[in-house]
């Protein structure tokens, strides 16, 4: 039976490492606040839940998640508002996506009051390294790893969930070029494309790469069997202006149910905005360029949350898209999901916690 851990152990820093951060210089990804959050699963149940300081942790070279990818994770964050309280920002929908990624890997989910619990503490206990700066926050990361040490080929009987978490700046600095993927693939019918699984991101550097050596920052893939349909646009869902109606690819089993997609369609569907979750195909997009119908284009994702796409480039052509000022949109959708997430603006969807 699976079964939250009963109590929460704590084991705070020494000696915090705070005052070396320079918050007003962020990037993305590579400073860790003082804590994680640490449990592991043996014998059916979540136990040994502890909040401890972030470091290395010992790991045998037979672990399995380094073998054979049992290995998942989310993406969210927090953020400040003007009274210096931190809201984390959607967590019941990563606890709800975590599990859904559980079930896919063969792994154990974990209980939401042990999801829910876990992150308010450590994000609590961390909040002097939530940052208030423009285009900053809190990046928090829940993870799951199978820890059996052994190499045969089953499902793992123990796995560890860590969440730690990252004070950071801008994704991108800069709106993208991204190219369309006509040769490798993302996601297939019946994989593990709507997964948030570590090997849907190790399989996308090698062509990203060779995207990056032609000028490019992202890729646009597409669909799996004629390569006509777009999917994502890098690690993020993408979405389309076109003729004033927003258009984005429908969500199944190739495409990553991504949390800011959703905050995104809900908003532009507030202000009675004409959104249409269908196909798309790159047919399509090059045709409303032609016309000068294609208004926007963007990545929607945790990391960025809107990634304006500069440029898309396609059998040998890059469609040039129309300056980020006057994408009427996307920028005001960046807007109102900061004023929501910084308690500017009523949180009328009740997507914050207050921690
Ligand atoms: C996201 O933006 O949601 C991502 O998944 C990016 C992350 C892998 C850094």
Redesign the pocket.
């Known amino acids: 039976m699976i079964t939250t851990a009963t109590r929460i152990d704590v084991k705070k820093v020494t000696k915090s490492r705070l005052s070396e951060l320079d918050m007003k210089n962020l990037t993305?990804?590579r400073v860790f606040s003082d804590h994680m959050f640490v449990a592991d699963f043996a014998n059916g149940q979540w136990d040994e839940a502890r909040i401890v300081p972030y470091d290395k942790m010992p790991m045998s070279p037979s672990t399995s998640a380094l073998h054979y990818g049992q290995t998942i994770?989310e993406?969210l964050k927090a953020y400040k508002n003007d009274k210096g309280e931190v809201l984390v920002s959607r967590p019941w929908a990563n606890h709800k996506r975590l599990n859904i990624s559980c079930e896919r890997m063969a792994m154990p989910i974990v209980p939401e009051e042990l999801f829910m619990e876990s992150l308010s503490m450590l994000v609590k206990l961390d909040k002097d390294w939530v940052p208030s700066v423009p285009n900053s926050s809190l990046?928090i990361r829940p993870f799951m790893f199978s820890t059996d040490e052994y190499i045969g080929v089953k499902p793992s009987e123990t796995y560890r969930f860590i969440i730690f978490t990252a004070p950071v700046g801008a994704?991108y600095t800069a709106p993208i070029r991204v190219l369309v993927e006509t040769n490798y693939i993302r996601a297939v019918e019946g994989g593990i494309g709507y997964v948030?699984a570590a090997g849907n991101?190790g399989r996308s550097l090698f062509p990203t790469q060779l995207a990056q050596q032609r000028g490019y920052q992202q890729i646009i893939w597409t669909d799996a069997r004629n390569h006509r349909f777009i999917e994502e646009s890098g690690?993020?869902n993408v979405m389309f202006v076109i003729d004033d109606i927003l258009i984005t690819p429908p969500l199944g089993d190739t495409i990553?149910a991504?949390?800011?997609r959703d905050s995104v369609l809900t908003l532009a569907r507030d202000w009675g905005y004409r959104v249409q979750e269908r196909k798309i195909s790159i047919d399509e997009v090059v045709d409303a360029h032609k016309k000068g119908t294609l208004q926007e284009a963007f990545?929607a994702?945790?990391?960025?949350t809107i990634a304006h796409i500069a440029a898309i480039g396609f059998e040998g052509r890059d469609y040039e898209l129309p300056p980020v000022e006057e994408r009427i949109f996307s920028n005001r959708v960046s807007r109102e999901l900061d004023d929501i997430r910084r308690g500017k603006i009523a949180d009328r969807h009740s997507w914050m916690l207050k921690v």
């Open positions: 993305f990804g994770f993406g990046y994704y948030k991101y690690t993020m990553l991504g949390i800011t990545g994702g945790t990391a960025a």
